[in-house]
C-alpha cells in the first residue's frame, strides 16, 4: 500500500520528463518535490531532464528532505556500521561496512582479528569454489571478493574452511547490502565494503588486522545532514529505482526494494508513516480501540512502531477464524500475554488492553468480527460494511442467509435493502438478535429483489437482516448503510 499512498513519482526516469497535463505544462508531483540530489546539490524538479537522468543513477546520493522523515531517522535507524582497521599504519582507520541480512550481528568481538585474502578455484578470490588455502583462513576474517556466485556460497565456503568471518569487497561502485536465504545456516559474520575500500585493503594484506565492527557518527542510511537516502543504483532498476528508500538503511527498512526476514512489518513499519506525513497524509494519532473500548496502547508512535494497530489487526483476525467465544476469548488473552512479556506493552498498558478484554467486552468484538455465531451450532453471520454493497449473493427457494452491520452511536438514516439480480427474496430486520420470518422488527416482502427497510434514528448496536429466497435468486446485492453527523 506505500506505494500506491506515497512512494510514488509521476516523472519517467529514463527520459527526466516529468508529468504534463493538457496544457503541455509539466507538473511535480509531491513525492519528488522531497528528493533531493546531493551531488548537483538541487531538487529534483530543479534538474533538466537530462539531469534527473543522471540523479535516478546517483548511487549514494540521492536523499529525502521531508522534515518528519528527518525528525524521526534516529528512532528508526542504528549508527552507520563500520570495520575498523588497526594495521598497517597506512590504511587504519574506520571503513563504511554493509552486514549481511544472513548469519550473526557483526560486532566488535566477533569481526576482530586477521583478515587473509581467501584462494579458491579458477577465480582465486571469489571464494565460489572450496578454499584451497583453508590452513591459512583458519581462525581469521576471510576477504572475498563479490561476483560470480551468491553471498551465501561464498560465506558457506569461508566458514568450511574454518573463518571466523568474512569479509567481501565490492566489485563495482557502489553499495549492496549482502542477502539471501542460506540453504545451510551461516553461523559467522558476514559484511560488504566497498570497491575502492576492498583495494585499499587488499593492497596492504601483510598484517591486516581488524579490530571490530561498531557505530559510526552517522546513521545507516542517511546523509551527514541526516536526510534518509533513496534507492538509485547505477543501473535503473524501473519499478524499483528511486521510489524506496535505500538498502544501506539499517535496520532494513520496509520500503527498501527487496524484501528481508528480518522485517517485522505487523509491528514496526520504520519510516514509511514518516513519509506518508510529509506528503500530506494523516495518521491515526491517539491510543487504539477495540469498538468503544480504549486499549490504552499507542496507535503508532514516531519512529513507525504500531502495536495499537496490531491488536486491532489481530483482534479482528483472530475473531474471524474462531469457532466460538470461548476460542476467541483464549486466543486474545494469549496474545496480549505475548505483548507484555516481549515488551511491546508497558505494565500500564498491559492492564488497560486487559479492560477491554473482559468477558463483556470480548462478546461485544466477538459479535462485531465473528465469522459464525456465537456459539457452536449458531447461524453463519456475513459481516456488512457501511455502504458497501455486498454483490454476488446467491440461494434457492426457501434458503435463509443472514447478515449483520455494526451501527454506532449517534447514527442516522440506516437503510437496509436489497437490489438487482435475478429469482425473489424477502428480506427480515432487528436489531440485537437473528430475525426470524415471524419476529422480526421489520420486514419488506414484495415481488422480486428490491427490498428496502428504513429506521430513522437507529440505537446503537448490531443489526441482523435475514435474505430468505422466496424463489431461486442469483446476482443480488445486499446493503447496509447509515450516516455519522
Known amino acids: 500500500m506505500a506505494h500506491g499512498l506515497g512512494f510514488s513519482a509521476f516523472n519517467s526516469l529514463a527520459t527526466g520528463k516529468q508529468f504534463t497535463g493538457n496544457d503541455g505544462v509539466g507538473y511535480p508531483d509531491i513525492y519528488s518535490k522531497f528528493v533531493y540530489d546531493n551531488t548537483q546539490g538541487k531538487y529534483f524538479y530543479e534538474l533538466t531532464e537530462p539531469q534527473r537522468v543522471a540523479s535516478a543513477l546517483n548511487d549514494n546520493n540521492l536523499v529525502f ?245 496490531n491488536v486491532l489487526g489481530t483482534a479482528k483476525v483472530k475473531a474471524g477464524a474462531a469457532v466460538n467465544l470461548g476460542s476467541y476469548r483464549t486466543a486474545m488473552l494469549a496474545y496480549a500475554g505475548d505483548l507484555a512479556a516481549g515488551g511491546l506493552i508497558t505494565q500500564t498498558q498491559a492492564t488497560s488492553l486487559n479492560a477491554c478484554l473482559s468477558d463483556a467486552e470480548l462478546q461485544k468484538q466477538f459479535t462485531a468480527w465473528g465469522s459464525g455465531g456465537t456459539e457452536p451450532g449458531g447461524p453463519v453471520v456475513v459481516t456488512l460494511q457501511n455502504g458497501i454493497a455486498l454483490g454476488g449473493q446467491t440461494g434457492a427457494a426457501g434458503s435463509e442467509t443472514v447478515y449483520k452491520l455494526e451501527v454506532p452511536a449517534g447514527a442516522r438514516s440506516l437503510v437496509i435493502r436489497t437490489f438487482g439480480g435475478t429469482g425473489d427474496v424477502s428480506l427480515y430486520v432487528k436489531a440485537g438478535g437473528v430475525p426470524t420470518t415471524t419476529a422480526y422488527d421489520a420486514q419488506s416482502a414484495h415481488v422480486g429483489n428490491a427490498e428496502s427497510v428504513t429506521v430513522a434514528r437507529p440505537v446503537a448496536g448490531t443489526y441482523y437482516l435475514k435474505l430468505v429466497g422466496v424463489k431461486t435468486y442469483v446476482g443480488v446485492s445486499v446493503q447496509g448503510s447509515y450516516t455519522v453527523p
Request: glycine share 12%; charged share 10%; aromatic share 4%.
Open 65 to 309: 528532505t521531508g522534515n518528519h522523515v528527518v525528525q524521526q531517522a534516529p528512532l528508526a535507524l542504528e549508527a552507520t556500521p563500520m570495520l575498523r582497521i588497526t594495521a598497517p599504519a597506512a590504511v587504519a582507520g574506520d571503513y563504511e561496512f554493509a552486514p549481511a541480512t544472513f548469519g550473526p550481528k557483526a560486532d566488535a568481538a566477533n569481526f576482530a582479528g586477521g583478515v587473509v585474502q581467501a584462494v579458491s578455484g579458477a577465480n582465486l578470490n571469489d571464494g565460489c569454489a572450496t578454499l584451497t588455502n583453508a590452513a591459512a583462513v583458519a581462525g581469521k576474517i576471510a576477504l572475498i571478493d563479490r561476483g560470480t556466485c551468491d553471498f551465501a556460497t561464498k560465506s558457506l565456503n569461508a566458514q568450511a574452511a574454518g573463518a571466523k568471518a568474512v569479509l567481501l569487497a565490492n566489485n563495482q561502485p557502489g553499495t549492496l547490502n549482502p542477502g539471501g536465504t542460506p540453504a545451510t545456516p551461516v553461523a559467522i559474520p558476514v559484511g560488504l565494503i566497498s570497491q575502492a575500500d576492498g583495494a585499499k585493503l587488499k593492497g596492504a594484506l601483510s598484517g591486516l588486522i581488524a579490530n571490530g565492527v561498531m557505530g559510526g557518527s552517522m546513521l545507516a542510511g542517511a546523509d551527514v545532514a541526516g536526510r534518509v537516502k533513496l534507492y538509485a543504483p547505477t543501473t535503473l532498476a524501473q519499478g524499483s529505482s528511486f521510489s524506496h528508500y535505500d538498502t544501506r538503511l539499517t535496520p532494513n527498512a520496509l520500503m527498501e526494494f527487496a524484501i528481508t526476514d528480518t522485517l517485522v512489518g505487523q509491528i514496526d513499519v520504520d519510516l514509511t508513516p514518516a513519509l506518508f506525513q510529509d506528503i500530506g497524509w494523516q495518521l491515526n494519532d491517539g491510543t487504539q480501540r477495540l469498538l468503544s473500548c480504549n486499549t490504552g496502547v499507542p496507535t503508532w508512535v514516531p519512529g513507525g512502531v504500531i502495536v495499537g494497530a
